[in-house]
């Protein structure tokens, strides 16, 4: 069944389809304001949910890229062609969708009964990208060559390096860490292309403030697309979101968390109790690689090219059916009031792939507090 499989880069092709819709007030769209302070769930906000009740939206949404990505489907796979024109269809139930929702309950199971409840198995672990999991063991896999993913969560310490090396030659890299003290803020000028622009580029503005605020909006033809973390919270006031104003959780808001850290990486080290360093390889190229981690969190990889720059992180978010990569890479840098900045920023994920291309920084830039306040909801013009 070929025809179903797409790449999992187009996984969120129905959801561009679908904007123009939330903008005209769905249901959905609605009842957002009501669930401003708690984040609201799944069953309440959506229409059909009988198995993935009570987990925040975002976290449902990142269910859904696991699915995608997991069997390297497109939402339109699974879902009604209903849902390009009609954001109330996914809700429409199709023989897939039972069947992943029979899936679901047996992927609960498995754990539950065999490992002691923990995530070991996901939908990922049968599929590997494909709708029908292979059950014969390939002799091509078996005498080829061993591909290293960099990605691993997994990694291999390395004795021979310390973290305190690794991030002393990322800072002078940088530009040393008089001059990254001396950045208090900047904001940023440039075009956003994503997988909900249909291969346009629109306008974005980014403001940051040290040590850990950031806002960033997309000027979108439907509308001011904000997303903002203030220090603590996070929001997302997007118009292709399931909500006009999306409170971002669990491992959604600590990649807001991570975005506005590494506005300011003097504060990278600091910001993990527990480092691991090793090396990889991304795309032919040795990087060396530290993990860092905090109790009660996946961890974090952060990816350093032979220059000694930040070249990619990866972090995960766990979701109430397996683990779901999110990687952003960093590139063409540029010095900034002495601080080398990364230009380019492409952002990867289940259900999508953002591309950010900053024309110019304005470093040490006064920005008022209401500047990271949390966003009014997405208003279509
Ligand atoms: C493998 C099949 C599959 C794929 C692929 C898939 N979904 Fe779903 N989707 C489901 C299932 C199953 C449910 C119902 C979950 C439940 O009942 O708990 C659902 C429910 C939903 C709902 C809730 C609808 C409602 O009102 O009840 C939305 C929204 C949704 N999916 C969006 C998406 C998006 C966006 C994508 C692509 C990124 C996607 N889905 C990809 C299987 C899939
Ligand atoms: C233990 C292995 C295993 C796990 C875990 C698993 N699946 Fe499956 N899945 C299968 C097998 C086997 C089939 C049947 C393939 C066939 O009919 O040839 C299948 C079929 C499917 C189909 C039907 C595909 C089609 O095109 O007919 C969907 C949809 C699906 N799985 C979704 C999921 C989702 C979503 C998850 C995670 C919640 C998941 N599966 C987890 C083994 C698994």
Same mark, same amino acid.
């Given at each position: 069944?070929?025809?179903?499989?797409?790449?999992?880069?187009?996984?969120?092709?129905?959801?561009?389809?679908?904007?123009?819709?939330?903008?005209?007030?769905?249901?959905?769209?609605?009842?957002?304001?009501?669930?401003?302070?708690?984040?609201?769930?799944?069953?309440?906000?959506?229409?059909?949910?009988?198995?993935?009740?009570?987990?925040?939206?975002?976290?449902?949404?990142?269910?859904? *890229?696991?699915?995608?990505?997991?069997? #390297?489907?497109?939402?339109?796979?699974?879902?009604?062609?209903?849902?390009?024109?009609?954001?109330?269809?996914?809700?429409? =139930?199709?023989?897939?969708?039972?069947?992943?929702?029979?899936?679901?309950?047996?992927?609960?199971?498995?754990?539950?009964?065999?490992?002691?409840?923990?995530?070991?198995?996901?939908?990922?672990?049968?599929?590997?990208?494909?709708?029908?999991?292979?059950?014969?063991?390939?002799?091509?896999?078996?005498?080829?060559?061993?591909?290293?993913?960099?990605?691993?969560?997994?990694?291999?310490?390395?004795?021979?390096?310390?973290?305190?090396?690794?991030?002393?030659?990322?800072?002078?890299?940088?530009?040393?860490?008089?001059?990254?003290?001396?950045?208090?803020?900047?904001?940023?000028?440039?075009?956003?292309?994503?997988?909900?622009?249909? *291969?346009?580029?629109?306008?974005?503005?980014?403001?940051?403030?040290?040590?850990?605020?950031?806002?960033?909006?997309?000027?979108?033809?439907?509308?001011?697309?904000?997303?903002?973390?203030?220090?603590?919270?996070?929001?997302?006031?997007?118009?292709?979101?399931?909500?006009?104003?999306?409170?971002?959780?669990?491992?959604?808001?600590?990649?807001?968390?991570?975005?506005?850290?590494?506005?300011?990486?003097?504060?990278?080290?600091?910001?993990?109790?527990?480092?691991?360093?090793?090396?990889?390889?991304?795309?032919?190229?040795?990087?060396?690689?530290?993990?860092?981690?905090?109790?009660?969190?996946?961890?974090?990889?952060?990816?350093?090219?032979?220059?000694?720059?930040?070249?990619?992180?990866?972090?995960?978010?766990?979701?109430?059916? #397996?683990?779901?990569?999110?990687?952003?890479?960093?590139?063409?840098?540029?010095?900034?009031?002495?601080?080398?900045?990364?230009?380019?920023?492409?952002?990867?994920?289940?259900? #999508?792939?953002?591309?950010?291309?900053?024309?110019?920084?304005?470093?040490?830039?006064?920005?008022?507090?209401?500047?990271? =306040?949390?966003?009014?909801?997405?208003?279509?013009?």
């Amino acid at each position: 069944m070929t025809t179903r499989s797409h790449a999992a880069r187009a996984a969120a092709a129905c959801l561009v389809a679908a904007v123009s819709l939330c903008a005209q007030g769905s249901p959905a769209a609605a009842s957002g304001q009501a669930g401003i302070e708690a984040p609201l769930v799944s069953d309440a906000v959506f229409k059909n949910v009988q198995i993935l009740k009570g987990i925040p939206v975002d976290e449902f949404m990142d269910a859904m *890229g696991m699915f995608s990505a997991s069997l #390297g489907f497109d939402c339109v796979s699974c879902h009604t062609g209903g849902i390009y024109t009609n954001r109330g269809a996914f809700a429409e =139930a199709t023989p897939l969708i039972q069947r992943a929702r029979q899936m679901i309950v047996m992927t609960t199971t498995i754990n539950k009964n065999y490992f002691g409840g923990q995530p070991r198995v996901s939908c990922f672990t049968c599929h590997h990208a494909k709708n029908r999991p292979e059950f014969i063991p390939s002799l091509a896999l078996q005498y080829g060559e061993l591909v290293e993913d960099p990605n691993s969560m997994q990694i291999f310490p390395d004795q021979r390096t310390t973290v305190d090396k690794v991030f002393e030659r990322y800072l002078q890299a940088l530009g040393g860490p008089e001059r990254l003290a001396a950045l208090a803020s900047f904001t940023a000028r440039g075009t956003y292309e994503g997988f909900n622009t249909g *291969g346009n580029q629109f306008p974005v503005e980014i403001a940051a403030r040290a040590p850990n605020q950031r806002t960033q909006v997309v000027r979108t033809p439907d509308g001011n697309a904000v997303k903002t973390f203030d220090g603590t919270s996070a929001w997302a006031a997007e118009g292709w979101r399931p909500l006009p104003l999306l409170a971002l959780t669990g491992g959604n808001l600590e990649t807001a968390r991570l975005e506005a850290l590494v506005s300011f990486p003097a504060n990278i080290r600091q910001a993990f109790t527990n480092w691991q360093v090793s090396s990889t390889t991304i795309d032919g190229r040795v990087v060396q690689l530290a993990q860092g981690s905090n109790p009660g969190q996946p961890p974090v990889n952060f990816y350093f090219d032979e220059s000694g720059l930040l070249t990619r992180i990866v972090r995960w978010n766990r979701t109430a059916v #397996g683990t779901v990569p999110i990687q952003i890479a960093y590139s063409e840098y540029r010095p900034v009031a002495g601080v080398q900045m990364p230009f380019r920023t492409v952002i990867t994920w289940t259900d #999508g792939q953002n591309t950010f291309a900053l024309t110019e920084i304005q470093p040490n830039v006064a920005l008022d507090a209401a500047r990271f =306040a949390r966003p009014a909801p997405f208003k279509s013009k």
